[in-house]
């Protein structure tokens, strides 16, 4: 859920807010603050809710909350310090980032920090790398596409992008603006080489809302995608270890993938799983080491020898067609009016 507390005249510390915060951490419902001061919508006799410690009060509820733009703009009241002096939200932003108490719950995204008015807190950020793992990626659009905003000239002046980076982000600009987007922020660059990490552009684990048997199944096909492939390479497959990857109800390897998959309700679509492992066809694997499981090493030689091996394929070897998501989300319908 996204709100801008300085523009709906909402403060985020109220007690009003609470029984808003348990209904969304029952749901798993995500709040994308905005946080800072606000100047696209009028919200001048409310820029005091934008202060990002207001959000305390959500994340004592159990809400994850996101920063937006890491409060990158504008000034508030330091409501921890006695004489509460007006600092800049982004300053308030990165203490409460750097707070052990709200890891796993507290996150900022990177949004709009490269337009004009916010490009001055692009470089502490890079610096901060204690609180790069809390950070996620974030467009804001559709201000990246509006060229006035984002100064190449001034971000390369700052030694934040290359000469070289900014030739080329003119060309990919007039390509797809959002695509320059991304890739300006993946360019970022600060003194002493500090950028932002790979994790930045991808889920965080911690933010991740799918449903846990979603994640469960793609987590197990990464984890035989690894397994097999070091297995494969030397040759040899030792039952041992596939014992160790399968739980006690799970008998062999078709039961690690394919069995979730069985129910047409699942929300998991068979082709959004990596391939597990693919081998060449003339791949030579020996079983070695003993084990109550044999199966499980018989399927897996079987299935991976010459092919590429997939929850489709496991499907197909039961006979079972997947059922794409949007025909399981008619029949849900059906059966849940």
Not at 199 to 213: C, E, K, N, T
Not at 297 to 316: C, D, K, Q, Y
Request: some cysteine; hydrophobic content about 40%.
């Amino acid at each position: 859920m996204k709100w801008l507390p300085n523009a709906m005249n909402i403060d985020p510390s109220s007690e009003r807010c609470v029984p808003v915060y348990m209904k969304m951490r029952e749901h798993n419902v995500v709040l994308l603050s905005h946080a800072g001061e606000e100047k696209a919508v009028d919200s001048q006799r409310f820029q005091r809710l934008g202060n990002p410690l207001l959000l305390r009060r959500a994340l004592e509820c159990g809400v994850r909350v996101i920063i937006a733009h890491c409060a990158s703009l504008g000034k508030n009241k330091d409501l921890d310090h006695p004489q509460q002096p007006v600092v800049s939200n982004f300053s308030l932003c990165l203490r409460m980032l750097r707070e052990e108490r709200w890891k796993g719950l507290l996150f900022a995204d990177i949004s709009a920090i490269m337009l004009r008015n916010r490009e001055q807190y692009l470089r502490p950020l890079l610096e901060a790398t204690d609180i790069h793992d809390r950070l996620v990626y974030g467009s804001d659009y559709p201000l990246p596409c509006i060229k006035l905003l984002v100064q190449l000239k001034s971000l390369h002046k700052r030694r934040l992008i290359t000469g070289a980076q900014r030739d080329a982000l003119k060309e990919v600009y007039e390509y797809n603006p959002l695509l320059f987007d991304f890739m300006l922020k993946r360019c970022f660059t600060g003194p002493n080489g500090e950028r932002f990490p790979t994790s930045v552009f991808a889920m965080h684990p911690d933010l991740d809302i799918r449903p846990p048997q979603h994640q469960t199944i793609v987590a197990r096909a990464r984890q035989w995608q690894k397994f097999a492939s070091s297995s494969l390479s030397t040759g040899t497959l030792n039952v041992k270890d596939v014992d160790a990857l399968l739980s006690p109800d799970q008998d062999s390897l078709e039961d690690v993938l394919a069995a979730p998959l069985l129910d047409a309700y699942e929300p998991v679509d068979a082709e959004e799983l990596p391939a597990v492992v693919s081998v060449p066809a003339a791949a030579s694997v020996s079983i070695s080491g003993a084990g109550s499981r044999t199966s499980a090493a018989t399927t897996f030689t079987s299935l991976a020898r010459g092919s590429v091996l997939t929850a489709e394929s496991f499907l197909a070897s039961r006979s079972i067609a997947p059922v794409p998501v949007h025909q399981r989300l008619i029949s849900s319908e059906k059966n849940n009016p």
